[in-house]
C-alpha cells in the first residue's frame, strides 16, 4: 500500500521568509511525486510534478522540490514567500507505470503574514 | 492546458433524495476518472476510481450501491450519492488525466459542494 505523510500541519511565516514543507512517502517501486496547492476558495492545481530525471524539480511561482530517494522524501521549498503563497499544499504520489491512482498527504496549511 | 469541469458546484438536497454531479473532460479524453471525497481541513480521500466502459473501482469503506459511478463516454462521468443523508455532506471532486500523456498529473475540477439537510 502506498502512502504520504505531511508532518507540517499549519505553518506560519512573515513575508520574505524561506519554506520548505515536509513530504515523506511509502512505496515499494518507482514513483512519480506532485505537490498541489489550493488557495481559498478554489481548485487544486499542480506546482510541480517529479518522473525521473533530475531529482530537482523546479515548479510555478518559485517553487521548487527535491526528491531524495534514501529518505523517501520530496520537500517543498522556497526562498522567500509572498502573501499571496497562503494556501493549502498537498503532496502527493501516484505509482509510475499504468494509470494508477494517485494518494494524497494530508495537506499543509500555509500562512503568510505581511 | 486540460481543463476538467465539473457540475453542479454546490447542491442543496433533503435527506432521501438522490443527487447527481457530473464531470467532464472538455479538451481531452480519458478512460479514467477519479472521485474524490475531502472533509473540512482534511485532505483528498479517494472513493473510486471511474472507468470508461465498465464497472467502477471503489477503495474499501465506500459504499458502492451508495455512490454510483457511471463512466459512460471518454469525457463524462457521473457520480450518483443515492438516498442522501446529512453524513453525505461533503465536497466531492473529481479528477482525470489525458488517456494519451501516460503519466500526466491529475486535472481537477472545481468540486461540487453538497449539502443534506
Known amino acids: 500500500a502506498q502512502s504520504v505523510s505531511q508532518h507540517n500541519h499549519h505553518v506560519i511565516l512573515s513575508e520574505a521568509a524561506s519554506l520548505e514543507l515536509g513530504c515523506n512517502y511509502s512505496?515499494?517501486?518507482?514513483?512519480?511525486l506532485f505537490w498541489y496547492v489550493q488557495y481559498p476558495g478554489q481548485h487544486l492545481q499542480l506546482l510541480l510534478k517529479y518522473f525521473s530525471g533530475d531529482p530537482l524539480v523546479k515548479g510555478i511561482k518559485g517553487f521548487e522540490a527535491e526528491f531524495i530517494k534514501s529518505k523517501f522524501s520530496f520537500n517543498l521549498r522556497k526562498p522567500s514567500v509572498q502573501w499571496s503563497d497562503t494556501a493549502e499544499y498537498f503532496c502527493a504520489l501516484r505509482p509510475s507505470g499504468g494509470y494508477q491512482k494517485v494518494t494524497f498527504g494530508t495537506g499543509t496549511k500555509l500562512q503568510v503574514i505581511p | 492546458g486540460a481543463v476538467v469541469s465539473q457540475h453542479p458546484s454546490w447542491v442543496i438536497c433533503k435527506s432521501g433524495t438522490s443527487v447527481k454531479i457530473e464531470c467532464r473532460s472538455l479538451d481531452f479524453q480519458a478512460t479514467t476518472m477519479f472521485w474524490y471525497r475531502q472533509f473540512p481541513k482534511q485532505s483528498l480521500m479517494l472513493m473510486a476510481t471511474?472507468?470508461?466502459?465498465?464497472?467502477?473501482?471503489?477503495e474499501q469503506g465506500v459504499e458502492k450501491d451508495k455512490f454510483l459511478i457511471n463512466h459512460a463516454s471518454l469525457t463524462l462521468s457521473t457520480l450518483t450519492v443515492t438516498s442522501a443523508h446529512p453524513e453525505d455532506s461533503s465536497f466531492y471532486i473529481c479528477?482525470?488525466?489525458?488517456?494519451?500523456?501516460?503519466?500526466?498529473?491529475?486535472?481537477f475540477g472545481n468540486g461540487t459542494r453538497l449539502t443534506v439537510t
Open positions: 479528477s482525470a488525466s489525458p488517456v494519451s500523456e501516460g503519466n500526466s498529473p491529475l486535472h
Open positions: 471511474s472507468n470508461e466502459g465498465s464497472k467502477a473501482t471503489y
Open positions: 512505496y515499494g517501486g518507482t514513483v512519480n
